[in-house]
């Protein structure tokens, strides 16, 4: 795949490639949509675009994808899906959003809360379950803190920084 068709708007049917103006319309629509789904206060929480809506039954700000949000995808969307289709500003607060989560914190986190909490951008509960019929450990994690330093994140924060002109990486 070349660098300048990139395969997260491909797949989700949003490139307007087409010949077909109807289809190229509707394509817009649905592309201009997605978007506004995106940019809404429900999805864009402080730290970057969340894995599911605030205003969603089982939304909850520290389970892993449930609310959660991931600074690699919140830096796909800006760079791939909002700066693709000219919304540059936009594409720059979302980038923004992880940039100032990790400076905050000092990680380059895999993920951090959902929650618009500036005090609490880190995600540090643990739920563990106790299951006897395991032949192992009875008793294991089924949610756990994020890892604080993750590859996807650091690639992340440094092409922001690339693109942003900074050449040193502290």
Known sequence: VERNQAWLPRLSGMLDDSNDEVLNEEIRF????????????????????RTL??????????RYHNGT???????????EGL????????ADEVENRVMIACEETGLLG?????????????VDQRVVVENPTLTTD??????????????????????IKRRRGKRTYS
């Open 110 to 122: 895999e993920y951090f809360s959902g929650s618009n909490d500036p005090n609490h951008r880190l």
């Open 69 to 79: 949000s991931w600074p690699w995808v919140s830096y796909v969307i800006a760079e």
């Open 138 to 159: 009875p008793i294991y994690p089924v949610s756990q803190p994020a890892q604080e330093v993750q590859a996807w994140t650091t690639a992340a924060v440094l092409a």
């Open 83 to 90: 700066r693709r289709y000219g919304y540059d500003a936009e």
């Open 53 to 62: 809506s605030s205003d969603s039954v089982r939304y909850s700000p520290d």
């Open 30 to 49: 649905k592309r201009e949509a997605v978007i506004r789904n995106l940019l809404s206060e429900d999805m864009l929480g402080l730290n970057g675009i």
